[in-house]
């Protein structure tokens, strides 16, 4: 384990998926509507974090960053075979000073359902946001 | 256009603009046509990341670099790094593949991630350190194992290769790296891990900061089961990093989160649930 003190000038806002959403997403994309968005006032470097464990019972499941309605490639993660798919993205951009809307999309052929319960301790279902304003 | 033409065609029309407006409301690709070779600053913060588009694992050897997975970067002060890779790939068949971080020209244990048997997997691993600078350029390379030939296509979908660094200005790092053998029981409850525990003393100048806290686990699980990890901060359960693994020989589990510490002593540990196995305890040898 790593603990590692961030920069003093550090903003964080986090995001959790609350509610229940069907994991079907017939080959498309679909958002998971976490209602993030970042207001800078000055150019910034920032740091995504995204993690998810979600079961899926061996379906496909991928997800990725949308920042502003654009696809961040890099952030794409995909697994397939197991119970539970889960991962964690690391996505780290500057950003010029302004307005911008964050989401997380996924792709899944799971018949499940994304029920997750946050304040049960015994719940392991989650999809949590970090968005990190490291200076 | 007619009234009479509206009403015949009423519903095609209504198709029309719902795709008008479905297609401006669909995320586009990187517009910014963001570079796969990643640099980018700001005054103390730096970020170096690459993106690989195509990669092909061979099973000739053990440990050797992903091709093209190496990049250097001049460091000019002391600073915090953070260093991951992040890959999504396919394998010709069910297989294992073993992950790992090479900086300054040395192995770093805790960054190494197993995952398998599994045909398409997602495998992440990250660590941190405090970094002097050298007069030579810091290097970062990915090293893989694999037990069957694979790949990936860096397509925006379903395959992606990342790796790099974040610098930023240097503040506390605190690690507990285990490489003994652990024993695990059945549980469907929460338990500590033993003798997996850190110890956080934030003592700056700061009454309170911010610190990425991450976690590192990969081991042969042997055993048919269900095996989740996350970590507590003091009293507190961090739900969002439990990672659950099983029904697979190899498990890779890492999660990473942040919370902000007040000054003091704090402490984080490792738990674990181990759900299927038989009432024994198991033996899980450490791979790295």
């Keep these: 384990m790593t603990a590692i003190e961030l920069p003093k000038s550090s903003i964080v806002n986090s ?35 995204i993690t998810y464990n979600i079961r899926v019972d061996n379906s496909q499941f991928s997800a990725r960053l949308v920042l502003e309605n654009k696809i961040k490639k890099k952030s794409v993660t995909s697994v397939e075979g197991l119970k539970f798919a889960s991962s964690q993205a690391y996505v780290a951009k500057v950003l010029k000073k302004g307005h ?20 049960s301790d015994s719940e392991k279902s989650h999809v949590k946001l970090h968005v990190i304003e490291l200076e | 256009m007619s009234k009479k033409f509206i009403e015949n065609n009423e519903g095609k029309l209504a198709k029309e603009i719902d795709d008008a407006f479905g297609a401006q409301n669909k995320p586009k ?37 992903v091709d093209g997975a190496s990049m250097k970067f001049k460091v000019d002060r002391p600073v915090t790094l953070l260093a991951f890779y992040m890959a999504s790939y396919k394998l010709k068949t069910d297989g294992k593949l073993n992950l790992k971080i090479n900086f300054d020209n040395r192995d770093i244990p805790e960054s190494r991630q197993g995952l398998g048997d599994i045909k398409n997997g997602a495998i992440t691993g990250a660590f941190g350190e405090n970094y002097q600078p050298k007069s030579d350029d810091v290097s970062i390379k990915i090293l893989y194992d694999a037990t069957v030939e694979g790949g990936l296509n860096s397509d925006g979908k379903e395959m992606n290769f990342v790796f790099g660094g974040i610098t930023f ?92 510490l ?27």
């Design chain 2, 29 to 65: 690709e990187d517009e910014n046509k963001e570079s796969d070779n990643l640099k980018e600053r700001t005054k103390n913060t730096h970020i170096h990341v690459k993106m690989l588009k195509t990669i092909n694992f061979g099973t000739d050897k053990d440990f050797q670099i």
């Design chain 2, 169 to 260: 200005p240097s503040g506390g790092v605190y690690k507990h790296v285990n490489s003994n053998n652990l024993t695990f029981g059945k549980s469907d409850t929460w338990n500590n891990i033993e003798n997996f525990t850190l110890t956080v003393n934030h003592n700056g100048e700061r009454e309170e900061a911010y610190y990425l806290i991450m976690y590192n686990f990969s081991f042969d699980l042997g055993v048919k089961g269900e095996f989740s990890t996350r970590m507590k901060l003091d009293n507190r359960s961090l739900k969002e990093t439990t990672i659950t693994n099983g029904q697979i020989d190899r498990i890779g589990n890492h999660a990473c989160t942040v919370v902000k």
């Design chain 1, 15 to 49: 995001y959790d998926v609350d509610k229940p959403m069907s994991l079907n997403s017939d080959n498309e994309w679909k958002p998971f509507n976490l209602n993030a968005s970042l207001n800078l006032m000055e150019t910034k470097t920032v740091l995504f974090l």
């Design chain 2, 262 to 288: 007040t000054k003091g002593s704090h402490t984080v540990t490792a738990q674990y649930q181990f759900l299927g196995g038989s009432n024994i305890l198991y033996l899980f040898k450490i791979l790295f």
């Design chain 1, 100 to 119: 911008y809307s964050i989401d997380i999309q996924f792709n899944s052929n799971s018949s499940n359902t994304f029920s997750p319960d946050l304040r």
